[in-house]
C-alpha cells in the first residue's frame, strides 16, 4: 500500500489546517491507521490512531482537545483536523499503516505500522 500525505504548510499560531492520507494499491479499511510527527531535533512521536471502523481514536495528551483524526474508507483516506495550532506543532507529519496487530506494541508505538507515507511539513509561525 502506498500513502501519500498531503495538507500541510505554513499557518500562524491559533490557525487551523486539515491534513490528508490518501492510500492507493489496497484498500485500508480493515487497517489501524496512525499519525505521527518528527520536530527538528526530535524523535518521532505519535499524535493520532484510528481503528478500522472509525469509532475508536487515540491522541497524544499534547493534542488531545485541538487535534481529530478520522477516516474515509470509501475514499480510502485518512484526515487529522488540527486547530489552535502553536509553534510546538512544528514538524513533519507522516501518516502510518498496521496491516495487522503487533501484541507487542500499542498504537503508539511505530513497530505497530508497516506502512508510512513520505511526509508533510507543518510549520507554525508567525
Known amino acids: 500500500v502506498q500513502l501519500q500525505a498531503s495538507g500541510g504548510g505554513l499557518v500562524q499560531p491559533g490557525g487551523s489546517l486539515r491534513l490528508s492520507c490518501a492510500a492507493s494499491?489496497?484498500?485500508?479499511?480493515?487497517?489501524?491507521m496512525g499519525w505521527f510527527r518528527r520536530a527538528p531535533g526530535k524523535e518521532r512521536e505519535f499524535v493520532a490512531a484510528i481503528n478500522w471502523s472509525g469509532d475508536s481514536t487515540y491522541y497524544a495528551d499534547s493534542v488531545k482537545g485541538r487535534f481529530t483524526i478520522s477516516r474515509d474508507n470509501a475514499k480510502n483516506t485518512v484526515y487529522l483536523q488540527m486547530s489552535n495550532l502553536t509553534p510546538e506543532d512544528t514538524a513533519v507529519y507522516y501518516c502510518a499503516a498496521s496491516t495487522y496487530y503487533r501484541s507487542s506494541y500499542t498504537y503508539r508505538h511505530t513497530p505497530q505500522y508497516d506502512y508510512w507515507g513520505q511526509g508533510t511539513q507543518v510549520t507554525v509561525s508567525s
Open positions: 494499491g489496497r484498500t485500508i479499511s480493515t487497517y489501524l
